[in-house]
Structures are given as structure tokens and as C-alpha cells.
């Protein structure tokens, strides 16, 4: 399953203390997680790179936000050490944001800087603190990512020169661009899964019509309440209006208030602003807590029939929850009538360099490689939008599944929010979603959302 370590969880979170902890990698063969040549994995690609690279004696430091997944990371890099001869120290942070700071400054940069956020690491290369990658990155994320331009565009900033060049390459990507259901209430009921927009909003009343509530829906996360709401709306513009309209609602370019976007809030209050369409009410939604919102789902009589929720959502399933029996999810669809493809909104991890060297170059081509991908398949909480790789080593079909929805993405775009400024994506974006949710009006909502941003500027 994705890890809840996304852009969106790290805004969930309280501030904490650094927690650091580093991490050396050597080991010796007879120690990898998986012997060199058994099983089907792309071996051919280990030992090509292997042939190609000799950093005997090298170091390699890598400084990220992973904690609780570091394990999962390690034992891929391992291999980068068995392959290439250098040793590589991996330090992981629940600050991240600030220390990565810190360090830079501080002249004591790391050698890969991995990124929660694309607008952080745009900070950091406007400043001069990242190297360009080199051309034939972006023709790798071309041809072999799914909806690979997208890929460049997340990854390219400008430069401290005003120029825009790629200086990320994502690896572990996060979905948010699902529903999640109980099958056997579907089943039950006799309800199919629906591939398009219109189907999901004829399911939405069909339930209606028989009796039942269809969505559980909750907005409530402490001093963060209102953020899931800002999910909705995001996948919402995706598949309302192009990619390039995204972009610009999200650099502010076109303004917060643009129609385009009060049809997009309005669009979420089709689900979210009917009493028969929540469980509890359209009243209940600013006030329920995100993570019991998907309980209802359980319950017998089930209290809804469907949640929508980024890809850690079993994390707040009733305990012993079995993804793929239990509960299971599907694509959040696009409009069949409006010819924008797939979309997929999610988050993930931009690796950057952020202190140049040949192992920091070598590492980055590594990323490159189908076996640096299935090596962290087959262990937890990846997803990839690699075309290379063989999905047969994901840990269970779950996984596997929210990867197909990446790897048939036809356009792929980060979490909106966490692009903006901070004072609106963590603040009037938030606060602006519950007072819709409390039956404020779009336009006037959209409205208060821009005058915070002019006053950022």
C-alpha cells in the first residue's frame, strides 16, 4: 500500500522534533533480501549497470523524509552498493523541510536530496542548490513513464538563471485518485463498478433510490481540517479541465476565483452538499474526522457504499481489514464527455542532487534502471509509474492494482495544495472547504481564497 507519508500526511501531522537516523548499507551479498539472479526479477538491467559502474571506495549520502519505510529503501540501495562498490548512508527526517534547509546552507548538503514536495525543491534550485540532471533523463521519463511529459513538467524549475531545466526525478509515487467500496455490499446490492464520471453520479443516485446512502465523507483533521475536501476539488479540476488549466490554477496564473474553478467546488458539492448523498447529512461532513469517515463502510447495514481517499486509506479500516476481500477500490473516473484522457492526482518523492559528485550521477541513472524499481515492489509501499518493470513482484494484487491506474494514467499532476503557498494550500484553501461544506456559496468562497493569496504577494 502507499505509504500515508505523502505532501497531504505530512500536513496532517503535528510539527515534531527532528528524528534522525542514519543508516550505512554495506552488505555483504549473502545479506541482500533477494540473491542476485533468483527470481523474476530484471536482472539483466542489475547486471548491465553493474558492468557500467565502478565507484569502489565512493560515498554516497542520501537524506529524505522516510522513517518508517526507510527499511524498504535501504535494502533497494544495497544493491546500487553491490553493483557499483560504493557505500551509501542513507538519514531519514520527520523534518525534512527544515533541516534540508539547514544542512544546505550550512554547506554540509547531502548528495541526494529527496523531496516530499515539488514547490520546495523549486525553492531550493531558484537558490542555485541543485545540479541539472542531464538530457538523457528527460528522454528516459519520456519513454519509459507513464504519462512521461508529465513527469518532465513536475520535475523541471527554473534555475538560479531564470532557465527551466529538469532537476527531479520521481521515484515512489503516491495515489490519491480512488474510491474504495466493500464488495460483497456492492455485490449484494447488485451495483457494478462505474468506469465513467456520469456512471458514478447515476450509481450515486441509483443507491439513493433504493434506500441507502452512497458516500461517506469527512473533512475533520484537527488544526488541518478541511484538506480532504481540497482532494476532491483537485481531482475534480483534472477532469473538468485540462492539464494546462490545472497549472495555471495552481501558479496562480488563473485566478482561485476563475469560473472554471468555482465549477470544480461545485462539482465536489454535487456529492458532498446533498443531504441524501452523505452519511450523516451534508451537515456532518466538516465535522466528521477524516479517518472515521470510512468506517461507515463496515457497518451492517453499511452507512455508505463508497469512499473516496488517497491509497493509505486502509490505514483507518476496522483492524484485520483484508484489501482486495474486506474492501477493495476502483479508478475515480474521468467524464466520458469531455475527451481529457485518464488524470491521476497523487504525491510522491522528488530524488534531487544536491551535492554533485560521479555517485550522485551513477545513483541517479540506478533510478533509472526496471530493477531499482521491482526491488522496492516486492518489498512495501511503492508504486511506480515505470512501464519497464514487471508487476508480478508487487507484494499483493492490491498494490498491483493501484499501479495499473498509474501505469494507464494519461496525465498525472501533483496534490494542488501543497504547490501553493503555504497560507492558502495549508490554510485558506483548507478553511475556505468547510465553510462550502457549511453551505457558503462557491464563487463567494473561491473569492476569499484569492484576496489571501494577493495578500501573500
Given at each position: 500500500?502507499?505509504?500515508?507519508?505523502?505532501g497531504?500526511?505530512?500536513?496532517?501531522s503535528?510539527l515534531a522534533?527532528?528524528v534522525a537516523?542514519?543508516?550505512?548499507t554495506v552488505?555483504?551479498?549473502?545479506?541482500?533480501?533477494f540473491?542476485i539472479?533468483?527470481?523474476e526479477?530484471?536482472w539483466?538491467s542489475?547486471?548491465?549497470?553493474a558492468e557500467?559502474n565502478?565507484?569502489?571506495g565512493?560515498?554516497?549520502?542520501?537524506?529524505?523524509?522516510?522513517?518508517?519505510d526507510?527499511?524498504?529503501f535501504?535494502?533497494?540501495s544495497?544493491y546500487?552498493?553491490?553493483a557499483?562498490?560504493?557505500?551509501?548512508?542513507?538519514?531519514?527526517?520527520?523534518?525534512?523541510e527544515q533541516?534540508?534547509?539547514?544542512?544546505?546552507t550550512a554547506?554540509?548538503a547531502?548528495n541526494?536530496?529527496v523531496f516530499?514536495?515539488?514547490g520546495?525543491?523549486?525553492n531550493?534550485?531558484?537558490q542555485?542548490?541543485l545540479?541539472?540532471?542531464?538530457d538523457?533523463?528527460?528522454?528516459?521519463l519520456l519513454e519509459s513513464?507513464?504519462?512521461?511529459?508529465?513527469?518532465v513538467?513536475l520535475?523541471?524549475?527554473?534555475g538560479?538563471?531564470?532557465?527551466d531545466?529538469l532537476?527531479g526525478f520521481?521515484y515512489?509515487?503516491?495515489?490519491?485518485s480512488i474510491v474504495?467500496y466493500?464488495?460483497?455490499?456492492f455485490?449484494?446490492?447488485?451495483y457494478e463498478?462505474?468506469e465513467?464520471?456520469e456512471?458514478?453520479?447515476?450509481?450515486?443516485?441509483?443507491?439513493v433510490a433504493?434506500?441507502?446512502?452512497?458516500?461517506?465523507i469527512?473533512?475533520?483533521s484537527?488544526?488541518?481540517?478541511?484538506?480532504?475536501a481540497t482532494?476532491w476539488v483537485?481531482?475534480l479540476?483534472?477532469?473538468?479541465?485540462?492539464?494546462?488549466?490545472?497549472?495555471?490554477?495552481?501558479s496562480n496564473?488563473?485566478s482561485?476565483?476563475?469560473?472554471?474553478?468555482v465549477?470544480?467546488?461545485?462539482?465536489?458539492?454535487?456529492?458532498?452538499g446533498?443531504d441524501?448523498?452523505?452519511?450523516?447529512g451534508?451537515?456532518?461532513v466538516?465535522?466528521t474526522?477524516f479517518?472515521d469517515?470510512?468506517k461507515?463502510?463496515f457497518?451492517s447495514?453499511p452507512?455508505?457504499?463508497?469512499?473516496?481517499?488517497?491509497?493509505?486509506?486502509?490505514?483507518?479500516?476496522p483492524?484485520?481489514?483484508?484489501v482486495?476481500?474486506?474492501?477493495?477500490?476502483?479508478?475515480?473516473?474521468a467524464y466520458?464527455?469531455?475527451?481529457?484522457?485518464?488524470?491521476?492526482l497523487?504525491?510522491?518523492?522528488?530524488?534531487?542532487?544536491t551535492?554533485d559528485?560521479?555517485?550522485?550521477?551513477?545513483?541517479m541513472e540506478?533510478?533509472?534502471?526496471?530493477?531499482a524499481h521491482?526491488l522496492?515492489?516486492?518489498?512495501?509501499s511503492?508504486?511506480?509509474?515505470h512501464?519497464?518493470?514487471n508487476?508480478?513482484l508487487?507484494g499483493d494484487?492490491?498494490?498491483?492494482?493501484?499501479?495499473?491506474?498509474l501505469?494507464n494514467a494519461?496525465?498525472?499532476r501533483?496534490?494542488?495544495s501543497?504547490l501553493?503557498?503555504?497560507?492558502v494550500g495549508a490554510?485558506s484553501?483548507?478553511?475556505?472547504?468547510?465553510?462550502y461544506?457549511?453551505?457558503?456559496?462557491?464563487?463567494d468562497?473561491?473569492t476569499?481564497?484569492?484576496?489571501?493569496?494577493?495578500a501573500l504577494k
Amino acid at each position: 500500500m502507499g505509504s500515508i507519508t505523502n505532501g497531504k500526511a505530512f500536513k496532517v501531522s503535528a510539527l515534531a522534533a527532528l528524528v534522525a537516523l542514519s543508516i550505512n548499507t554495506v552488505q555483504a551479498q549473502d545479506e541482500l533480501l533477494f540473491p542476485i539472479g533468483e527470481g523474476e526479477f530484471n536482472w539483466e538491467s542489475y547486471n548491465s549497470f553493474a558492468e557500467g559502474n565502478d565507484l569502489s571506495g565512493q560515498e554516497l549520502t542520501v537524506f529524505g523524509p522516510w522513517l518508517s519505510d526507510q527499511e524498504f529503501f535501504v535494502n533497494m540501495s544495497a544493491y546500487f552498493e553491490a553493483a557499483t562498490g560504493a557505500t551509501v548512508s542513507y538519514t531519514g527526517s520527520d523534518s525534512f523541510e527544515q533541516q534540508i534547509l539547514i544542512d544546505v546552507t550550512a554547506g554540509s548538503a547531502p548528495n541526494i536530496a529527496v523531496f516530499p514536495q515539488p514547490g520546495l525543491a523549486a525553492n531550493f534550485a531558484s537558490q542555485g542548490f541543485l545540479a541539472p540532471l542531464p538530457d538523457s533523463t528527460e528522454e528516459f521519463l519520456l519513454e519509459s513513464y507513464a504519462a512521461g511529459q508529465s513527469w518532465v513538467d513536475l520535475g523541471s524549475m527554473a534555475g538560479e538563471d531564470g532557465e527551466d531545466a529538469l532537476y527531479g526525478f520521481f521515484y515512489k509515487v503516491d495515489l490519491k485518485s480512488i474510491v474504495w467500496y466493500v464488495p460483497e455490499t456492492f455485490e449484494d446490492a447488485g451495483y457494478e463498478i462505474p468506469e465513467t464520471m456520469e456512471e458514478l453520479k447515476a450509481l450515486t443516485e441509483q443507491i439513493v433510490a433504493d434506500g441507502d446512502t452512497p458516500w461517506c465523507i469527512g473533512l475533520g483533521s484537527g488544526g488541518a481540517t478541511g484538506w480532504p475536501a481540497t482532494d476532491w476539488v483537485e481531482d475534480l479540476m483534472l477532469r473538468t479541465q485540462s492539464p494546462e488549466v490545472y497549472d495555471a490554477w495552481v501558479s496562480n496564473e488563473m485566478s482561485f476565483d476563475d469560473p472554471k474553478v468555482v465549477a470544480a467546488i461545485e462539482e465536489f458539492g454535487y456529492f458532498a452538499g446533498n443531504d441524501d448523498f452523505v452519511a450523516g447529512g451534508a451537515g456532518a461532513v466538516a465535522t466528521t474526522d477524516f479517518r472515521d469517515s470510512p468506517k461507515g463502510l463496515f457497518d451492517s447495514p453499511p452507512q455508505c457504499y463508497m469512499h473516496r481517499q488517497a491509497s493509505f486509506a486502509p490505514a483507518f479500516f476496522p483492524e484485520g481489514t483484508e484489501v482486495g476481500a474486506d474492501a477493495d477500490f476502483f479508478y475515480f473516473p474521468a467524464y466520458a464527455d469531455k475527451d481529457l484522457g485518464k488524470p491521476v492526482l497523487g504525491a510522491g518523492t522528488l530524488f534531487t542532487i544536491t551535492n554533485d559528485s560521479e555517485a550522485s550521477q551513477v545513483f541517479m541513472e540506478w533510478l533509472q534502471t526496471p530493477i531499482a524499481h521491482e526491488l522496492y515492489m516486492a518489498q512495501s509501499s511503492f508504486l511506480t509509474p515505470h512501464k519497464g518493470v514487471n508487476t508480478e513482484l508487487f507484494g499483493d494484487k492490491a498494490t498491483a492494482q493501484m499501479n495499473d491506474i498509474l501505469l494507464n494514467a494519461t496525465t498525472f499532476r501533483f496534490d494542488a495544495s501543497d504547490l501553493m503557498p503555504g497560507g492558502v494550500g495549508a490554510g485558506s484553501f483548507w478553511t475556505g472547504m468547510v465553510d462550502y461544506a457549511g453551505g457558503a456559496d462557491a464563487t463567494d468562497v473561491a473569492t476569499e481564497i484569492q484576496r489571501s493569496w494577493d495578500a501573500l504577494k
